[in-house]
């Protein structure tokens, strides 16, 4: 039978966990002789009482297993940890607040046996319930995000989904620090198919999210899957150095003709052509920088989906 482990990275959630768990208890019932769980909590560093409950339920249940960090790592680092350790054949993350229903995992679980996807994800239907602006923000962000990286985003998905073995070994061959699982799910690829669902509104507790970290995620993303911005100089002082000596033909001709005030403006545009040429120089330093900076980040240069057994051919 097949093994499904459950990624739930929790910080501050003492009261969301036991409700998680129950919820999460009636969908483990319910796929009884399907498929066998493991719980995987993963304690970001909390400071109230979410260690003791998470201790309470793997006393009660040996399906959960726990992992505790000795301070906040933020929940890149707590997925992470939770993949690192998972044991099962389907690994599905999700977040302790309810707001990722349980209840779609049978569906999604049904979705990767019967069919040849290998990652069920998940996005909101609506942004109901959430700050306007903090939805005007998210949309300004997918849009510029798309346009200046090569890996796509939707908009509005969650970290919610569920994923074969193979995706999850994947997403561990990237061994990058600064992690940013959004960018880094879309970049291994695979097959995905997306199931919406509306919003609901976490059951106990409060988000994590300010709208300063809020901002400081979007920034990872950017520096961790676009080098883009490093060759904005280089066409800056392209266009710039072209401007101006397109701009120095016409004052040339203007002071040809006896203008006395072009050569004034010569001048000027004469500043303008070395500041293009400079900027061309710091983007040429960018374009080697850009480069430099994807290789230190020791991703794979490709990801195999499946291959043919050794020798397979040669038994004709
Ligand atoms: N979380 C975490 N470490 C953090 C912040 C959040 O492990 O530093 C967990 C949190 O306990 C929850 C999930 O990440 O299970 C999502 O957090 P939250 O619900 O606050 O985010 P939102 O749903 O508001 O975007
Ligand atoms: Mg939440």
């Known amino acids: 039978m097949d093994l499904i482990s459950i990624i739930v990275p929790c910080y501050n959630e003492q009261e969301s966990l036991p409700l998680f768990y129950e919820e999460m208890n009636r969908v483990m019932e319910q796929m009884k002789g399907t498929a066998d769980f493991e719980l995987l909590l993963v304690d970001d560093g909390s400071t109230d009482r979410t260690l003791e409950e998470m201790r309470t339920l793997a006393k009660k249940d040996c399906r959960v297993r726990?992992?505790?960090?000795?301070?906040?790592?933020?929940?890149?680092g707590a997925l992470y940890a939770g993949l690192q350790k998972a044991k099962g054949d389907y690994i599905a993350v999700m977040d302790a607040d309810l707001q990722d229903p349980p209840s779609l995992v049978p569906e999604m679980y049904r979705t990767l046996k019967t069919t040849d996807y290998d990652c069920v994800a998940t996005r909101r239907r609506n942004r109901h319930g959430e700050p306007p602006v903090r939805s005007f923000l998210a949309r300004c962000f997918y849009g510029i995000f798309?346009?200046?990286?090569?890996?796509?985003?939707?908009?509005?998905t969650r970290d919610f989904r569920l994923m074969t073995r193979r995706v999850l070994d994947?997403?561990?061959?990237?061994?990058?620090?600064?992690r940013f699982s959004k960018g880094i799910f879309s970049w291994v690829g695979f097959r995905t198919k997306w199931l919406e669902f509306e919003n609901v509104e976490r059951v106990?507790?409060?988000?994590?999210?300010?709208?300063?970290?809020l901002l400081r995620y979007s920034m990872e993303a950017f520096l961790s899957f676009t080098t883009a911005p490093l060759l904005f100089p280089l066409v800056l002082g392209v266009l710039l150095g072209v401007f101006s000596v397109v701009l120095l033909i016409v004052l040339g001709v203007s002071a040809a003709c006896g203008n006395p005030l072009a050569w004034y403006w010569i001048l000027i545009d004469a500043l303008a052509f070395f500041?293009?040429?400079?900027?061309?120089?710091?983007?040429?330093?960018?374009a080697y920088f850009s480069k430099m900076y994807m290789e230190i980040k020791n991703r794979p240069i490709y990801i195999v989906k499946e291959q043919s057994e050794e020798g397979e051919a040669c038994d004709r």
């Open 66 to 76: 726990y992992v505790s960090f000795s301070r906040n790592f933020g929940k890149e």
């Open 146 to 156: 798309n346009r200046m990286s090569q890996v796509r985003m939707k908009e509005a």
């Open 170 to 178: 994947a997403i561990l061959s990237m061994q990058e620090y600064n």
């Open 204 to 213: 106990a507790g409060k988000t994590k999210w300010s709208l300063k970290a």
């Open 275 to 286: 500041g293009g040429l400079q900027l061309v120089c710091l983007g040429v330093f960018g």
